[in-house]
Nanobody, 123 residues
Framework: VQLQASGGGLVQTGGSLRLSCTASRRMFSNNGMGWFRQAPGKEREFVATISWNGGDTYYAESVKGRFTISRDNSKNTLYLQMNSLKPEDTAVYYC?????????????????WGQGTLVTVSS
């Protein structure tokens, strides 16, 4: 079982990036998924989550209205569209698969994690 995150990079303030996370089929279609991030010197924090069928999403207040989580189960891929990026969005972003079908912001509910992709927003 593997999660592979990609799409990170360097972007200026106000710019956009789209992160992707591919997963092995067996564990993707039935699981809620989420994105978390960890900034330098800080603890990992929740960003966004989506239910198994994409019908329910939930966001951290800090990204609400700027980020959009989505998934394409036919492609075994999770996405995070990030718009209006700010320097405080700089972090390593991790995708994760929950042991539950519903969306959840609790990191303890996630039992599979990707390796992370670095997003750097310059001021």
């Amino acid at each position: 079982v593997q999660l592979q995150a990609s799409g990170g990079g360097l972007v200026q303030t106000g710019g956009s990036l789209r992160l992707s996370c591919t997963a092995s089929r067996r564990m993707f279609s039935n699981n809620g998924m989420g994105w978390f991030r960890q900034a330098p010197g800080k603890e990992r924090e929740f960003v966004a989550t989506i239910s198994w069928n994409g019908g329910d999403t939930y966001y951290a207040e800090s990204v609400k209205g700027r980020f959009t989580i989505s998934r394409d189960n036919s492609k075994n891929t999770l996405y995070l569209q990030m718009n209006s990026l700010k320097p405080e969005d700089t972090a390593v972003y991790y995708c994760a698969a929950s042991r539950y079908a519903s969306r959840t912001s609790q990191s303890s509910h996630y039992n599979y994690w990707g390796q992370g992709t670095l997003v750097t927003v310059s001021s």
